[in-house]
T-cell receptor, first 111, second 118 residues
Framework: SQQGEEDPQALSIQEGENATMNCSYK?????LQWYRQNSGRGLVHLIL?????REKHSGRLRVTLDTSKKSSSLLITASRAADTASYFC???????????FGTGTRLTIIP | GAVVSQHPSRVICKSGTSVKIECRSL??????MFWYRQFPKQSLMLMAT?????????EQGVEKDKFLINHASLTLSTLTVTSAHPEDSSFYIC??????????????FGSGTQLSVL
């Protein structure tokens, strides 16, 4: 079944640095989304990129999608302590409304 | 933005009891809601898809008699964990798709319920 594999599993960086996390998937997708989850909380939608798009920006977030490699990356620039959270990619397949999640990256920003 | 309220946020119960978790869309109508389960430091696993006015669709391996889902209105879905056992202890999260939106391009999530079964 489709599930994204994210790497790294955990990432610790200094405040102000950029954080990059990657998501790989197995089958063709309709769109790919990134969500953030603070510890013990629900998920917050960050950004969506469609299968015919290659890059999108939203504030300090930059998402790329390479459908030939079946991979996506999320870049958070100028990280802040408040960015500390788990980040999940999630995807939908054509003809299937289900949203399946990746394994997640736990990001820690060190003040 | 759209708000999904999930209650309770935390529940501790004795083995054998049933626990009901509510998921409400506060400022929009949700024809479809999803229930996920999440173990510590792991990803979300879809349990079932709940459609207003019809039976829920369960994922493979999820016992429908164990996890009862009711979606009686456009703003409320409930998940009842029946005869809970310690292995049911987990973080349960609901999400809702806004009526009229296409596919699952943006889901709104509840804040989750941490269930601990003693």
């Amino acid at each position: 079944s489709q599930q994204g594999e994210e790497d790294p599993q955990a990432l610790s960086i200094q405040e102000g640095e950029n954080a990059t996390m990657n998501c790989s998937y197995k089958t063709s997708i309709n769109n790919l989304q990134w969500y953030r989850q603070n510890s013990g909380r629900g998920l917050v939608h960050l950004i969506l990129i469609r299968s015919n798009e290659r890059e999108k920006h939203s504030g300090r977030l930059r998402v790329t999608l390479d459908t030939s490699k079946k991979s996506s990356s999320l870049l958070i620039t100028a990280s802040r302590a408040a960015d500390t959270a788990s980040y999940f990619c999630a995807m939908t397949n054509f003809g299937n409304e289900k949203l399946t999640f990746g394994t997640g990256t736990r990001l820690t920003i060190i003040p | 933005g759209a708000v999904v309220s999930q209650h309770p946020s935390r529940v501790i119960c004795k083995s054998g009891t049933s626990v009901k978790i509510e998921c409400r869309s506060l400022d929009f109508q949700a024809t479809t809601m999803f229930w996920y389960r999440q173990f510590p430091k792991q990803s979300l696993m879809l349990m079932a898809t709940s459609n207003e006015g019809s039976k829920a669709t369960y994922e493979q391996g999820v016992e429908k008699d164990k996890f009862l889902i009711n979606h009686a209105s456009l703003t409320l879905s409930t998940l009842t964990v029946t005869s809970a056992h310690p292995e049911d202890s987990s973080f349960y999260i609901c999400s809702a798709r806004q009526f009229g939106t296409l596919s699952n391009e943006k889901l709104f999530f509840g804040s989750g319920t941490q269930l601990s079964v003693l």
